[in-house]
């Protein structure tokens, strides 16, 4: 009896921990998005590379103004590529997401539906997607 009890809270321990882990699955996935397509430029740990590639940590436009920034993500800047190409609109606001909560920053979640209406407006317009527009 005693060992079914044990067996049976292994098992629940398993299932709590499964569980938390799926909590996690969007930075999960955020991390591997950045170490993929960011961290070439901004760097382990969103630090930056000199005066070439921003910081994300503790910046201001990161931590600031969600549109300003979810535009930026769709249309590039400057030496800013746009990643409309290569990521899945969801994967844009899983990133998103991502760079506004890690390595200290803390300014909480755009929602899916925040950056498809700016999909939606900036593919209605006639200059598109693309560097700075
Ligand atoms: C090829 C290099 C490169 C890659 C890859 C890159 N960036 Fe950038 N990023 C830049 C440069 C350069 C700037 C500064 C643009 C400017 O001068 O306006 C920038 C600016 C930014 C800014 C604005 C920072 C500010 O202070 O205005 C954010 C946010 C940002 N990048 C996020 C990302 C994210 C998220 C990814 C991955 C999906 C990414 N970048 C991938 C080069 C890159």
Known sequence: MNKIYTLLLIAFGALTITNAASAQDISAEGATIYEEYCEACHQPGGEGFEDTYPPLKDNIFVNGDKEELIYLMLEGRAGMPTFIEDLEVEQLTTIVN??????????????????????????????????GN
Request: hydrophobic share 30%; charged share 30%.
């Open 98 to 131: 991502y760079i506004r909560n890690s390595w200290g920053n803390a300014s909480g979640d755009i929602t899916q539906a925040e950056m498809d209406e700016a999909y939606d407006l900036i593919a209605e317009e006639d200059d598109g997607f693309g560097p």
